[in-house]
Each structure stands twice: as structure tokens, then as C-alpha cells.
């Protein structure tokens, strides 16, 4: 019997430069990050509560339509923000970074997006990522939302865009998966079910993302009114594990 050897298409050999470029992405897409996204559940909690999720499947749905409405606006808005930071285009930035805040359509959701960026911002600066002027950039503004930061981070750290994308959309995943489990509740092994379930619709997520980012003008969709309806019942909820 003959030696089966994989043919040459099926090897990939990792650069130093790309090694370099996913340790500095799986930085970021950490839940160590001190940014706080563990305190949040972007209206999960609120969906628990009146019976909307109450177990793996309705879990596995909710955040697989939460992933949709994030491939219409934030990752799409991502994309733009972190092509202006690397262009030094920081009036656009700021422009379009102020015009996601004010679509946030609750208290909850703007304190968070807000919190998180200025997180993030604030260790960028404590970092020295990235070239003075876009730290400049960054410190001259009152407040920041999270995509904004984010893509300020990746941009300052160089790593490829459409990874870049990649690795917030999945870290969005990953921070709902979690908050499943402590809210439903589920097992841990559940949450690895869900997670690992969704990892076609990270990669769908990215190129509706892709496609938005490009069109002229791009196409960014902010509607879910399930969501701000859930978000804005959390705010008066009576007990609470999460801050959204």
C-alpha cells in the first residue's frame, strides 16, 4: 500500500509577519481585554426574562440575529473606521464614530458602547499602539464607541482588515455565548455547542459586512426594534446579573 501525502493546496505555512499579526488579534478579540464586555448583555438578559430564550436552541437563535443586525451596521461601520484610521482621515472618523452613537436606542446601549471604547481608547494610550497622531486622535475626543476603538487598535497594530472584522464579530459571539450561560443558565458545554455552531455565520456576517462597507454609500442598516424594545425593559428590570 502506497503513501497518501496531502497535496501541496491543503498546507499552509505561517509567516513570522502573520503569526505577528493573529497573536495581535487574539489580543484583541480576548475576554482578558479590560474592556469591561463580560458586564453586558446587549439585551440577552432581558430576552431571559420574558421567556424569549430559555434554553441552548432559542439561545443559538437569539445571538445568530443578534450576529445579523451586527453584520448590517457595526461591522460594515468597523470596516470604514478602521480604513480612516489607517488613511489618517480622523474628521471622517469622528463624524461617522458620533453618528453610531446617537443610533444606539437606548441609555443602556449608548453607556455601553461608550464605556467599552473608553476603555479600549484609554489602553491604547497606555500602550503606545500606534503612531502619535492617531493616539492624538483618540485622546481629543470626549468619548468613543467601541467599533470606533476597536478598529483604532487593529489599524495601530496593523493586522489585515477583513481579520480584523473577523475577530470583533467573534468576540461579539463569544461575549453573548457567555452571557448565556449565566443567564439562562446553560452548560458549559452548551455554550462550546452554540459558539462552535455559529462559526459559518461569523464568516457570513463578515462578508454582508464587507459588501455593505463598500457600496457608495455604504450600506448601514440600524434596525431592530426587538432589540431596543428588550434593551429598554432591562433598564427597569427588577434583578439584574448584566448592565444591558
Given at each position: 500500500m502506497g503513501t497518501?501525502?496531502?497535496?501541496?493546496?491543503?498546507?499552509?505555512?505561517?509567516?513570522?509577519?502573520?503569526?505577528?499579526?493573529?497573536?495581535?488579534?487574539?489580543?484583541l478579540a480576548s475576554p482578558a481585554l479590560p474592556v469591561g464586555a463580560f458586564s453586558y448583555s446587549q439585551g440577552l438578559e432581558a430576552a431571559v426574562d420574558v421567556r424569549h430564550v430559555v434554553d441552548e436552541a432559542s439561545a443559538a437563535a437569539w445571538i445568530a440575529e443578534g450576529l445579523d443586525v451586527l453584520a448590517a451596521c457595526e461591522a460594515p461601520l468597523w470596516l470604514l473606521q478602521f480604513a480612516d484610521w489607517q488613511a489618517g482621515r480622523f474628521d471622517a472618523v469622528a463624524e461617522r464614530d458620533a453618528w453610531f452613537l446617537a443610533t444606539r436606542e437606548t441609555r443602556e446601549l449608548r453607556l455601553e458602547t461608550s464605556q467599552m471604547g473608553w476603555s479600549l481608547s484609554r489602553l491604547i494610550q497606555q500602550m503606545e499602539w500606534g503612531d502619535g497622531a492617531l493616539r492624538s486622535a483618540l485622546a481629543g475626543r470626549a468619548s468613543v464607541t467601541f467599533p470606533t476603538a476597536f478598529a483604532a487598535a487593529a489599524a495601530a497594530l496593523n493586522v489585515d482588515p477583513r481579520?480584523?472584522?473577523?475577530?470583533?464579530?467573534?468576540?461579539?459571539?463569544?461575549?453573548?455565548?457567555?452571557?448565556?450561560?449565566?443567564?439562562?443558565?446553560?452548560?458549559?458545554?452548551?455554550?462550546?455547542?452554540?459558539?462552535?455552531?455559529?462559526?459559518?455565520?461569523?464568516?457570513?456576517?463578515?462578508?454582508?459586512?464587507?459588501?455593505?462597507?463598500?457600496?457608495?454609500?455604504?450600506?448601514?442598516s440600524t434596525?431592530?426594534?426587538?432589540?431596543?424594545?428588550?434593551s429598554a425593559r432591562h433598564e427597569t428590570q427588577y434583578s439584574r446579573l448584566f448592565r444591558s
Open positions: 497518501t501525502t496531502a497535496p501541496a493546496a491543503a498546507i499552509t505555512t505561517i509567516t513570522m509577519t502573520n503569526a505577528a499579526q493573529l497573536t495581535a488579534l487574539l489580543h481579520d480584523g472584522v473577523t475577530a470583533y464579530c467573534f468576540a461579539w459571539v463569544e461575549n453573548q455565548m457567555a452571557a448565556a450561560v449565566k443567564a439562562v443558565p446553560l452548560g458549559q458545554a452548551a455554550g462550546q455547542r452554540i459558539l462552535f455552531g455559529l462559526h459559518a455565520a461569523v464568516a457570513r456576517a463578515v462578508e454582508e459586512a464587507t459588501r455593505r462597507a463598500a457600496c457608495h454609500p455604504p450600506e448601514l434596525f431592530s426594534p426587538g432589540l431596543g424594545v428588550l
